[in-house]
């Protein structure tokens, strides 16, 4: 023990090693602040551990541990007290004195490396400041594991980094291990999504990161998000305690906490289920009604409603296939219980897909009693709804968007007026086409044959009864009129794409990337232009779209399918965000295929 303790400490005091290991230089008893004296801002610092850093031969049952402060504390997250690897229950542990001891329920494994992290569990008792985090590393055999590995857990889409995702080890390279055991060891990623699983095997290992809900170490495909390496790994590094990398910084400390090398890159996702059949059903109007599958790609055969002509029945899936849309086009009441029959293939109690008939009945919904039919007439009971749009910003880009509440049996195209307004007040009439939305065939896109002018009013006008939906209802008229931004203070972004070799969805992002302000969907090398953009911070994500789906998929763990790359357009600064100023043209040049190398 003597040897192994010289080895990687010097023969010191334990509380002088660890204050200088937490970086704290000065030590300070909170209990009793002297009144009126300045505010303690200085975390807690270790004076004593037991079992002492490294030791061997750790009893392996009624295991006690004991960590010992300088000042009372208390243990702000226990989930944060994490032991790897981790047993069947978390660690329990009670205040005693200036300590923390921990024990566990069930007995240690014998032979082998664990470490209890502190990190993110513990702060003093007055004030609140949070112990930096500390690793305490035992052995219930002979020997030290001495073997290391770091890295990164991100968002897929966002590739925003992920606080308390746990990092999983597998010595047991089987599919099924994650879904079934307990890894062989585990670690928490901290604020910047970072980890460092220290002290384990030189072995070969699966790994993986899960967002683990239930706290049990184990992946549930239902709730939870998975990342995954594609091929099987094995540690290189030593640990040696001096790397930064085994240093527990503030988490505010953005400089060294960017500053640690990782060697692990881990993209979280949420698996869509593989195990297909009807989970809803709902009757939202007399002619209208959904069902919606377990998993994504449903596959039906055929589809029918008791006592309506096929052809009478219009059926329109979302772009994932897993939520279908039906409407009866026929005018005439509908009976108050509909009959919807979907033949299509579901997943059987061995989990193959076979064909299926399953049979739902649709309920019509309820009107509310006790009310007048005149005076709560709604307008959808009497007319086409529509809704007819245009924004200032993006109308360049999408054109006008003409969204009816059903689908239509008739329809009078051409006789939608657009004109135009200069700023001598003279009138034209332009012309445009129309499209109908690939997704939504209720949706259709009108675009001006004409390039919009800045000064100019644009007018669209949907002219009195031309359009007739299901329900044997004619449109009202609306117009809507629209110009381009004429702030002076907006600037424009030109981003000249090259190296393009594939299919690409490119978004303008905010500053927080969690919204889409702009999309163009790209093959070939092009200048995209995104005009009005106000004074801000933005970003830009590229998304590979491999399947040429025009969608962001997600991974399949079991297939070894990592969900498509996505990439952030990083500055010469190593920046993701594009710092856009008030009334400026701003050009960068982006090689696609050097991003995606």
Same mark, same amino acid.
């Given at each position: 023990?003597?040897?192994?303790?010289?080895?990687?400490?010097?023969?010191?005091?334990?509380?002088?090693?660890?204050? /200088?290991?937490?970086?704290?230089?000065?030590?300070?008893?909170? *209990? *009793?602040?002297?009144?009126?004296?300045? %505010?303690?801002?200085?975390?807690?610092?270790?004076?004593?551990?037991?079992?002492?850093?490294?030791?061997?031969?750790?009893?392996?049952?009624?295991?006690?541990?004991?960590?010992?402060?300088?000042?009372?504390?208390?243990?702000?997250?226990?989930?944060?007290?994490?032991?790897?690897?981790?047993?069947?229950?978390?660690? %329990?542990?009670?205040?005693?004195?200036?300590?923390?001891?921990?024990?566990?329920?069930?007995?240690?494994?014998?032979?082998?490396? !664990?470490?209890?992290?502190?990190?993110?569990?513990?702060?003093?008792?007055?004030?609140?400041?949070?112990?930096?985090?500390? =690793?305490?590393?035992?052995?219930?055999?002979?020997?030290?594991?001495?073997?290391?590995?770091?890295?990164?857990?991100?968002?897929?889409?966002?590739?925003?980094?992920?606080?308390?995702?746990?990092?999983?080890?597998?010595?047991?390279?089987?599919?099924?291990?994650?879904?079934?055991?307990?890894?062989?060891?585990?670690?928490?990623?901290?604020?910047?999504?970072?980890?460092?699983?220290?002290?384990?095997?030189? $072995?070969?290992?699966?790994?993986?990161?899960?967002?683990?809900?239930?706290?049990?170490?184990?992946?549930?495909?239902?709730?939870?998000?998975?990342?995954?390496?594609?091929?099987?790994?094995?540690?290189?590094?030593?640990?040696?305690?001096?790397?930064?990398?085994?240093?527990?910084?503030?988490?505010?400390?953005?400089?060294?906490?960017?500053?640690?090398?990782?060697?692990?890159?881990?993209?979280?996702?949420?698996?869509?289920?593989?195990?297909?059949?009807?989970?809803?059903?709902?009757?939202?109007?007399?002619?209208?009604?959904?069902? =919606?599958?377990?998993?994504? !790609?449903?596959?039906?055969?055929?589809?029918?409603?008791?006592?309506?002509?096929?052809?009478?029945?219009?059926?329109?899936?979302?772009? /994932?296939?897993?939520?279908?849309?039906?409407?009866?086009?026929?005018?005439?009441?509908?009976?108050?219980?509909?009959?919807?029959?979907?033949? !299509?293939?579901?997943?059987?109690?061995?989990?193959?897909?076979?064909?299926?008939?399953?049979?739902?009945?649709?309920?019509?919904?309820?009107?509310?009693?006790?009310?007048?039919?005149?005076?709560?007439? %709604?307008?959808?009971? *009497?007319?086409?709804?529509?809704?007819?749009?245009?924004?200032?910003?993006?109308?360049?880009?999408?054109?006008?968007?003409?969204?009816?509440?059903?689908?239509?049996?008739?329809?009078?195209?051409?006789?939608?007026?657009?004109?135009?307004?200069?700023?001598?007040?003279?009138?034209?009439?332009?012309?445009?086409?129309?499209?109908?939305?690939?997704?939504?065939?209720? %949706?259709?896109?009108?675009?001006?044959?004409?390039?919009?002018?800045?000064?100019?009013?644009?007018?669209?006008?949907?002219?009195?009864?031309?359009?007739?939906?299901?329900?044997?209802?004619?449109?009202?008229?609306?117009?809507?009129?629209?110009?381009?931004?004429?702030?002076?203070?907006?600037?424009?972004?030109?981003?000249?794409?090259?190296?393009?070799?594939?299919?690409?969805?490119?978004?303008?992002?905010?500053?927080?990337?969690?919204?889409?302000?702009?999309?163009?969907?790209?093959?070939?090398?092009? $200048?995209?232009?995104?005009? !009005?953009?106000?004074?801000?911070?933005?970003?830009?994500?590229?998304?590979?779209?491999?399947?040429?789906?025009?969608?962001?998929?997600?991974?399949?763990?079991?297939?070894?399918?990592?969900?498509?790359?996505?990439?952030?357009?990083?500055?010469?600064?190593?920046?993701?965000?594009?710092?856009?100023?008030?009334?400026?043209?701003?050009?960068?040049?982006?090689?696609?295929?050097? /991003?995606?190398?």
């Amino acid at each position: 023990m003597k040897k192994f303790l010289s080895r990687f400490f010097p023969i010191i005091p334990v509380s002088i090693i660890l204050g /200088m290991t937490i970086f704290s230089h000065s030590c300070a008893n909170t *209990t *009793t602040p002297p009144t009126g004296g300045p %505010k303690d801002t200085i975390p807690p610092v270790i004076t004593e551990i037991f079992p002492v850093i490294g030791q061997t031969q750790v009893p392996v049952h009624k295991t006690q541990l004991k960590i010992m402060f300088n000042e009372y504390v208390t243990v702000k997250d226990p989930k944060s007290l994490f032991l790897s690897p981790p047993l069947e229950k978390a660690p %329990k542990f009670r205040l005693k004195g200036k300590g923390v001891l921990v024990t566990f329920e069930s007995d240690l494994d014998s032979n082998k490396t !664990y470490t209890l992290d502190l990190t993110n569990a513990i702060g003093d008792n007055n004030e609140g400041n949070m112990f930096p985090g500390f =690793t305490l590393v035992f052995s219930t055999g002979d020997v030290i594991d001495t073997m290391m590995v770091t890295g990164l857990v991100q968002d897929c889409n966002s590739l925003k980094p992920l606080k308390g995702a746990t990092v999983m080890l597998y010595k047991d390279h089987a599919d099924s291990a994650v879904f079934l055991k307990r890894p062989d060891a585990a670690v928490k990623t901290d604020e910047w999504g970072f980890f460092c699983l220290r002290n384990i095997q030189d $072995t070969i290992y699966r790994m993986y990161a899960i967002i683990d809900e239930n706290n049990n170490n184990k992946y549930d495909p239902e709730t939870e998000k998975i990342a995954f390496i594609d091929s099987l790994f094995k540690p290189v590094n030593f640990v040696i305690d001096s790397l930064p990398e085994l240093q527990k910084y503030d988490m505010k400390d953005t400089v060294n906490c960017l500053a640690r090398k990782t060697e692990v890159e881990l993209n979280i996702f949420k698996e869509k289920p593989s195990k297909q059949m009807i989970v809803n059903k709902e009757r939202v109007g007399e002619r209208t009604a959904y069902i =919606t599958f377990m998993a994504p !790609y449903a596959q039906i055969d055929s589809i029918w409603v008791t006592g309506v002509p096929a052809e009478n029945l219009i059926t329109q899936f979302n772009i /994932m296939q897993d939520s279908l849309e039906i409407w009866v086009n026929d005018p005439k009441p509908q009976p108050d219980t509909m009959f919807l029959n979907v033949k !299509y293939l579901k997943t059987d109690t061995l989990g193959m897909l076979n064909s299926f008939t399953e049979e739902l009945k649709l309920l019509k919904p309820k009107k509310t009693a006790g009310k007048s039919s005149t005076k709560d007439t %709604k307008k959808e009971d *009497t007319l086409a709804v529509f809704k007819l749009e245009a924004k200032p910003e993006t109308v360049e880009q999408y054109g006008f968007t003409i969204e009816f509440t059903y689908p239509l049996v008739e329809s009078a195209f051409d006789s939608l007026v657009f004109r135009s307004i200069n700023p001598r007040q003279q009138e034209n009439i332009g012309k445009y086409s129309v499209v109908q939305d690939s997704l939504n065939l209720r %949706k259709y896109v009108v675009t001006p044959a004409e390039k919009l002018q800045p000064g100019y009013e644009y007018f669209l006008k949907v002219p009195h009864r031309k359009f007739r939906d299901i329900n044997g209802f004619y449109n009202d008229s609306s117009e809507v009129k629209v110009t381009l931004p004429n702030d002076d203070k907006l600037s424009t972004l030109f981003l000249n794409l090259s190296n393009v070799n594939n299919k690409y969805i490119v978004d303008l992002l905010n500053e927080k990337r969690d919204k889409v302000l702009r999309q163009y969907i790209v093959e070939n090398d092009q $200048t995209l232009t995104f005009p !009005y953009l106000k004074a801000g911070k933005y970003s830009i994500r590229i998304t590979e779209d491999l399947n040429r789906n025009g969608i962001v998929d997600t991974g399949i763990l079991l297939e070894k399918k990592q969900p498509e790359k996505v990439r952030f357009y990083k500055l010469e600064d190593g920046t993701f965000l594009i710092d856009i100023p008030e009334m400026m043209e701003i050009e960068q040049n982006l090689d696609v295929q050097a /991003m995606f190398e």
